[in-house]
Each structure stands twice: as C-alpha cells, then as structure tokens.
C-alpha cells in the first residue's frame, strides 16, 4: 500500500495545514495521565514547524462531548507554540493571524454533532480552515467521522509521518518471519472473530487470554462462573484449533479472595481475573521460540487491579529476541508506566483501528487517503 505522506505535500511555507491528531488522553486532576499518543506526533508536529506551515489542529477527548481539551492544550504548551480556540468561527479569524510555524488548537470535536455523524456540512466548515489535511491520528481512523472520512473528499490530503509508521509496521504481520506468535487478550470476542480466523492462516500461535479466553473455556465445556462473557457462539473452527491457546491456569476471585485455579477448576461463585503462574509459563514457552510477537489486549482485568499478568507479559516480551509489535488501550498504558516502549520493535497507538486494519488490511480512513470511498 503506498499512502501519500506528508512529505509528499510540497512546499508548506504559509500554508493552512489541517492536522487531525489523537488527543483522546485520559485526564486525572486536570492532567493528562498518559501523553503516548500525544508525543508520538512530535515528529510530524517538529515537520511542520521547521516547514513553516500555519497548523490547525482538531482532534476529540472522551465520549462525553462536555470534556474539554484545556487540559491537552496546557500540554501542547510545553512542545509548540500554540493558540486554544472553542469554535470554528473563531478559528477561521484567529487562523488568519498565525504566524508560518505556529499551530492553533481547536476544542474537542465531540462538541460539533456533525463530527460523529460525518454531517457532509461540518466535513466542509472543518475543511474551509485548510489548505491541506494531514491525518495523524491512526487510532481512531477506523471512525467514519467528519474529521477522518469527510474533510479528505474536500481537500489534498495525505497520511502524517506516524500514521505512515504505523500501516509499514502493522503490515508486517501479513507475512511474517515464523515461528509467528499473536496474543490476544480484552473482550468481546464477537469483534475478535475476524482477526483471530484471519491468522489461523498466517500465525503458527494464537494465545487468547483475557475475557476472550473465557469464551473458549466456556465453549470447551469448563465451569466459567460469573465471569465475563461473549453472547456469540464459537465454533469448533476456533475452540477445537491446535492452534489456539488458553491459560492453563487463572486467577479467580470470589467474595471471600482470590485463587489459582486450573482451567477445569473454577467454582460457580468465582470470576476469571487474570492468567496464572502457568498460563504465563506457557506464553514464555511460545516467546521464546518465536520469531515475531504481536500483542494486543490485557491479560486480564486490568482495570480493576488485576495487572499481574499483564505487567510479567510486557516485561516478558520486553527481554525477548523475536519482533515485536504491540497496541491495545490497556496494554499501551502497562507499558508506558513501566517505561518499557523503547524495548519493543513498534508500539501502535491503535486499539480498535489496529485490529480492524489487521483483519481487513485497510481503515475508513486509509481509503479516505486514497480517495477510494
């Protein structure tokens, strides 16, 4: 796939350039808690500095349209210099002041109701603030948003330099070097259906753990008792596969404490937390002799405190030789609070658009890029 890139765009001095970026950090305090997805622009955002080019940045933070990107802007403070605007009347004036090299903010477009709805009359306001679109914000490119799909129908567009990054790297994973492991953890295993039969025919190891696993202890006839899981059914396809793996053991929990259980040996009144002591001694097993690692989602339920597994398989696959590409909210913010992301070959800023681009080979806004939708 060859993606116009924002080196392809020309000469940039004086140039209104639109950037959508990936803002959506979580704020604790008034701060942004994990700026990943932020600093991962600097390279393009440093490119259109030193390039001279007038920037506009749109980008979201949250669901609830009331959250404010106040808290993003003190950031951008402190890495460009940069104006915070609330609409886009008042970005179209002050747009018209900024100095070649310096950037304005816009407030979080969940507050426009035509950005979700991809409203054909906001895709052309957003698109009048721009001489050029750069998308820079692959992880949410899966969205059929105004900010994504839209504003490309109206102006040159082209990919910025990590969204480039990501599709070279992620692409890796169609033909990888073998033996090639993936590791798939999170929920709703109906959304994971696609990924997983699409790399039963490339991966020589899928390890499935997380709440999906309880999809397939439950499909093998185990007891999974309260814990969380799908509505969908799996077929044998999956669950009968040599090549699917599951932790052989797991930490259950219960009102009165948590346990090692076996796979077989969950009580009714227990829910699967996370992977056990020999589940991980299983993925180390398969790292270990892997030539190429993609990781994506928690092992277990990361966010109420069950992080054990999750902290020993980044530090696990933080040591080991293969290739390594990881993504996934969860897994992202393990691996930044442990200061490892410079261990792995390529940490996507992606989630949900990282596995769709994995199962599909393209994201709504990749063929906005290409003018193909």
């Not at 999956?238 to 090549?243: D, G, S, V």
């Not at 259950?252 to 090692?260: D, E, K, R, T, Y």
């Not at 490892?340 to 890029?369: K, Q, Y």
Request: charged content about 25%; hydrophobic content about 40%.
């Amino acid at each position: 796939m060859t993606l116009p890139t924002l080196k392809d765009a020309g000469n940039l001095v004086g140039k209104r350039v639109l950037l959508r970026l990936d803002l959506d950090a979580p704020v604790e305090n008034g701060v942004p808690r994990d700026t990943h997805r932020i600093d991962s622009a600097k390279k393009t955002l440093a490119y259109l500095r030193e390039q001279g080019a007038k920037t506009i940045i749109i980008g979201h933070i949250g669901r609830d349209p009331n959250e404010s990107l106040a808290p993003v802007f003190v950031y951008l403070k402190t890495l460009i210099s940069v104006m915070f605007v609330k609409t886009t009347a008042e970005a179209q004036e002050k747009s018209a002041s900024l100095e070649d090299g310096t950037f304005l903010l816009i407030e979080n477009l969940r507050r426009f109701p035509g950005e979700v709805t991809n409203d054909p009359v906001f895709a052309k306001e957003l698109a009048s603030l721009g001489d050029l679109f750069v998308n820079e914000a692959f992880a949410v490119s899966h969205r059929e948003h105004a900010s994504i799909v839209g504003v490309p129908r109206l102006l040159p567009s082209f990919a910025g330099l990590v969204f480039e990054e990501e599709v070279k790297n992620l692409s890796k994973a169609f033909s990888p070097e073998h033996p090639a492991l993936v590791i798939l953890g999170g929920a709703k295993f109906e959304t994971k259906t696609p990924l997983i039969e699409r790399f039963l025919g490339i991966a020589d190891d899928i390890y499935v753990c997380g709440a999906l696993a309880n999809d397939i202890y439950k499909a093998r006839g185990y007891e999974t008792g309260v814990s969380l899981v799908s509505s969908c059914e799996i077929g044998p396809v999956i669950f009968e596969n040599p090549k699917i793996h599951v932790p052989s053991d797991v930490i259950a929990h219960s009102p009165s404490g948590s346990s090692v259980r076996g796979m077989d040996a969950v009580e009714k009144d227990e829910k699967i937390v996370d992977a056990g002591p020999n589940g991980l001694d299983d993925i180390r097993a398969l790292a270990e002799k892997a030539k190429f690692v993609l990781w994506n989602g928690p092992l277990g339920e990361y966010e109420t405190g069950f992080d054990a597994g999750t902290i020993a398989l980044a530090q696990m696959l933080a040591e080991c030789d293969a290739e390594t590409i990881i993504g996934g909210g969860d897994s992202l913010a393990v691996v930044s609070k442990l200061g490892l992301n410079e261990r792995f070959s390529f940490v996507s800023t992606g989630g949900g658009a990282m596995l769709e681009f994995l199962a599909n080979e393209t994201l709504p806004g990749i063929d906005a890029l290409l003018k193909k939708n």
